[in-house]
């Protein structure tokens, strides 16, 4: 019975002192463990941070730079001769119509006498030529973001009239578009 006395007298933290063995380790390698391994995820976690963040900002950075010009653009554009044609003004095909006001000019090789005489001649019939193309398009056709396309239509059309040469520009002055 002095067996049961000794064991309640001994006090509770007494058995705790001395070096536990949880499984086949001490419990202080297991202490050193969970340190080092919260040492190791504190670690990939900043280390994904900064990988995440740096991307971001090369993303960032990347929308800043400018463009590349297409070799199109960068030659210097071709010395011309210029015709004024004069203000087109039209009609568009939509139900609820909008009005074009356009200065148009065309651009054509220097020293070609041939062909400015016959832009002359024909200047009425190419202002009516302009107009009608003009009126044959609808207003969501002549929006900024279609002006190239309808540079090189127009083009075409002029250039299937005309005999002595071919117009090689087409520049608008100005070019508006208003609802009536």
């Known amino acids: ?21 949880v499984g086949f380790l001490p419990s202080i390698v297991i202490q050193i463990l969970k ?11 900043v280390v994904t941070v900064v990988i995440i963040t740096l991307r971001v900002l090369n993303v960032s950075s990347q929308s800043q730079n400018p463009p590349e010009i297409s070799p199109e653009y960068q030659a210097a554009p071709p010395v011309l001769a210029w ?12 139900e609820a119509q909008y009005t074009l006001l356009a200065v148009v000019y065309l651009g054509y090789k220097v020293n070609d006498k041939a062909l400015q005489t016959e832009l ?7 202002r009516d030529l302009i107009r009608r193309f003009f009126s044959s398009k609808r207003a969501e056709e002549l929006r900024p973001q279609y002006e190239e396309m309808i540079k090189e239509e127009l083009k075409a059309k002029i250039n299937d009239v005309l005999t002595s040469g071919m117009v090689q520009d087409i520049v608008f002055d100005t070019f508006t578009l208003v609802e009536f």
Do not use: C, W
């Open 1 to 21: 019975m002095s067996d049961i006395f000794d064991d309640e007298t001994q006090e509770p933290g007494a058995v705790e002192a001395e070096s536990k063995q």
């Open 35 to 45: 340190y080092v391994a919260l040492g190791l995820l504190a670690t990939v976690f």
């Open 83 to 94: 015709y004024e044609i004069g203000e087109i003004r039209a009609r568009t095909s939509d």
């Open 120 to 126: 002359n001649e024909r200047r009425p019939y190419l």
